[in-house]
């Protein structure tokens, strides 16, 4: 982790005001390979992270990568798997260490000459200058400012582009507005549901904890509703790298009362105590440890608690960070001691522990909340189902993207019935398919020097396949060669030469297609 600190703490300060090319505000995976991309093209770059760490979820916690077909995989994303690999004596390696990932990222940065500055978090409000169609300048709550040709919001929550007045929306649309079957309110998914009924009230007949009181919706509606996040946590079996889960501040088990009732009415419709994997999805990684993810009805995905997020302000989204830490460390330690879990399971998650090797500068505890999505841009092109399922070709591509669509359930509610149930899991797949330039631009007449990579142009049903980090990357990639191409020819994003920034990115290991192996 040496490399990425030496970045950071050398560039924590910044003078009152700094001019680059191109400023990239956000240090997730997009963020980090566009800096990297516009840099290595010649620009001067400096690439802005709200937060103490730069890297995301790549970092902070997602080491197991959501790949989907990997021979779609390439340029520089394939190059940050490649050197990961390299650590480990490997070609290739999908599923490292958090603590890998961020000493990649701090050579590829540091060899690229990326200014990066760390605790540098745009001003709530005027935090954008714009003349007409052009940001100007963007100002820091710490008073630092920056100006550039071209600016790149790489955060997963879209504040620069909000601030910048570009169009952009959140939740969820209708089945009727892009003619999308899978969008809305969805019907009961064969995943992560309650399979056995499970009432939704304690013997009071009070509503119990972790379920909204709100109805469902009607089937198909949009709403504002946003698909659960979690934390993506690290943990091992290694008694010498173990941290024991401790007892959260402020813990009460009566917050677990519907996941112990669900335990006990999957053990008599099974006829034998859940697995493990059946109530959380253990990835294991390089260095013996493992990325622990959400499965099933009541796991580590913090349902229905996401809403506000992206529309918040940062004191709010803060105290939403905090429950969803409170909610994990809470659910960890339940399933670890509470003699309300089968005893065989509640002795698998006994054995498992924070690992002492990792986020050692956080307390163990994962860098990033997994912001599965936020503000999505409504740019020119909105990249709906089609695109993923029929259409699958594009004259402006810049890349491709593999992964099944894949929303996390966005809602717990009461039944007719007066069971509890899930909705908004959705696990539809995809033919691999192109990425088209245009969802990374907004409308030319709302800004014409900035790229999203990450809060880019789509439909919650496509975003919910485009959201995986190694496209991010991909999507980073291309953004910051266009952003450099904009730069040197002194013409909007919208209207680089896309023949060239495809020649360009090809000749970097970008894949364009993808023919059955």
């Known amino acids: 982790m040496r490399p990425v ?7 924590t300060f910044a003078a009152a005001q700094q001019r680059f090319d191109v400023v990239v505000y956000g240090g997730t995976s997009a963020g980090v390979i566009a800096a990297v991309a516009a840099a290595r093209e010649g620009a001067t ?145 064969r995943s992560h549901q309650f399979d056995v009924q499970v009432s939704a009230r304690g013997e009071d007949g009070r509503m119990l904890p972790e379920i909204q009181t709100a109805a469902r919706g009607e089937l198909g509606a949009g ?67 493992i990325d622990l993810n959400n499965r099933g009805a009541f796991s580590t995905d913090y349902i229905g608690k996401s809403w506000e997020y992206p529309e918040a302000n940062y004191r709010r989204r803060a105290e939403i960070w905090r429950d969803h830490v409170s909610y994990t460390a809470g659910y960890l330690y339940f399933m670890a001691t509470d003699e309300r879990v089968p005893p065989g399971l509640r002795a698998e998650f006994a054995q498992l522990g924070l690992a002492k090797d990792e986020f050692t500068d956080n307390g163990n505890w994962p860098y990033q909340l997994y912001v599965r999505e936020a503000r999505r841009m409504v740019g020119e092109y909105v990249m709906v189902q089609k695109d993923l399922q029929t259409e699958l070709t594009k004259p402006d591509v810049v890349g491709m993207g593999s992964y099944n669509s894949d929303s996390h359930n966005v809602q717990r509610f009461v039944q007719p019935d007066g069971a509890a149930q899930n909705e908004g899991n959705m696990e539809v797949s995809v033919k691999p398919y192109q990425i088209p330039y245009r969802i990374l631009t907004p409308k030319k007449t709302e800004a014409e020097n900035l790229l999203a990579p990450v809060c880019f142009s789509a439909s919650h049903v496509t975003y919910s396949s485009l959201r995986m980090e190694p496209v991010y990357m991909i999507m980073g990639h291309a953004a910051g060669v266009a952003a450099k191409m904009a730069v040197e020819t002194r013409r909007a994003v919208q209207d680089i030469d896309i023949g060239g920034l495809q020649r360009k990115l090809k000749s970097q290991g970008a894949v364009f297609e993808w023919r059955q192996q």
Not at 5 to 11: A, E, N, P, V
Request: glycine fraction near 12%.
């Open 5 to 11: 600190l030496s970045i950071l703490l050398f560039s």
């Open 45 to 189: 770059v400096a690439l802005l992270e709200p937060g103490r760490w730069i890297g995301g979820m790549t970092t902070g916690g997602l080491s197991r990568t959501d790949h989907g077909r990997k021979e779609t995989i390439g340029g520089y994303s394939l190059e940050f798997y490649r050197r990961a690999g390299k650590r480990y004596g490997a070609e290739v390696e999908w599923y490292f260490e958090p603590k890998v990932a961020s000493q990649v990222y701090g050579e590829m940065l540091g060899e690229a000459g990326v200014k990066v500055l760390v605790e540098h978090r745009l001003k709530q409000a005027g935090g954008v200058l714009k003349r007409g169609a052009r940001l100007v300048e963007i100002r820091m709550e710490n008073g630092a400012r920056f100006q550039a040709a071209v600016f790149v919001d790489s955060t997963y929550e879209g504040d620069l582009m909000a601030q910048a007045r570009v169009s952009y929306t959140w939740g969820r649309e209708s089945t009727a507005q892009y003619g999308e079957s899978l969008a809305g309110v969805r019907p009961k998914d």
């Open 223 to 289: 709403d504002r509703k946003v698909q659960a996040y979690n934390f993506r946590m690290i943990v091992t079996r290694d008694p010498s790298n173990r941290i024991p889960f401790a007892r959260p501040a402020g813990y009460d088990p009566k917050r677990f009362e519907l996941l112990a009732r669900w335990l006990a009415a999957e053990t008599r419709r099974l006829g034998r105590e859940p697995r493990f994997n059946e109530v959380a999805l253990p990835g294991p990684l390089r260095g013996d440890k």
